[in-house]
């Protein structure tokens, strides 16, 4: 076994985990919560301003995305953002859906390094990766250390059974 596999290095790795989980519940809880709502559109304006000059911030590809479809279809991107970070954190924090949640929030700091933004993005986009990287270590003490079986065994006994049954 690899040592990051291990029990002990598990350790580590979950709490790393728990607490990259509580700071994505966190942002997407405050958003939820928020007075008004959230509104991503200044955000995404913003983002477009950063296009333009002899060195943007932003490549011109994701501009006309946000541009042509984002800002477009801005309130699904609203309710993308908010309920994304916040069940990114709870999938982390139980250890549930580990994988799905690492990719969403690789991906959603990955947007977010792609409209001009840094600040903690590298950080946790570097995190996320690492903790996909660690694979099963990762959720060693969560719940997908027990769902995972009974998920594979259940669903993907039948499609063996059928692939054989069909030779």
């Known amino acids: 076994m690899k040592w990051w596999k291990t029990p002990q290095a598990a350790v580590l790795w979950t709490v790393l985990r728990l607490w990259f ?41 994701y501009g006309t995305f946000l541009e042509k479809f984002a800002l477009p279809n801005i309130e699904l991107f609203n309710v993308l ?15 549930f859906l580990t994988r799905p949640a690492l990719y969403a929030a690789a991906l959603m700091n990955l947007s977010f390094l792609l409209t001009g933004e840094t600040g903690v993005n590298p950080v946790y986009y570097t995190i996320a990766i690492l903790l996909l990287v660690v694979g099963s270590g990762t959720y060693y003490w969560g719940v997908d250390r027990f769902a995972l079986p009974v998920i594979k065994k259940k669903f993907f006994k039948k499609k063996e059974q059928a692939t054989v049954n069909a030779s």
């Not at 953002?81 to 250890?95: D, H, S």
Request: glycine share 20%.
């Open 21 to 61: 989980g509580f700071t994505w519940l966190t942002a997407g809880w405050d958003k939820i919560v928020r007075e008004g709502g959230f509104d991503a559109s200044g955000f995404l304006n913003a983002a477009l301003t950063k296009t333009e000059g002899a060195h943007p911030q932003v490549l011109g590809w």
């Open 81 to 95: 953002v908010v309920w994304g970070e916040f069940l990114v954190g709870l999938g982390l924090i139980i250890g």
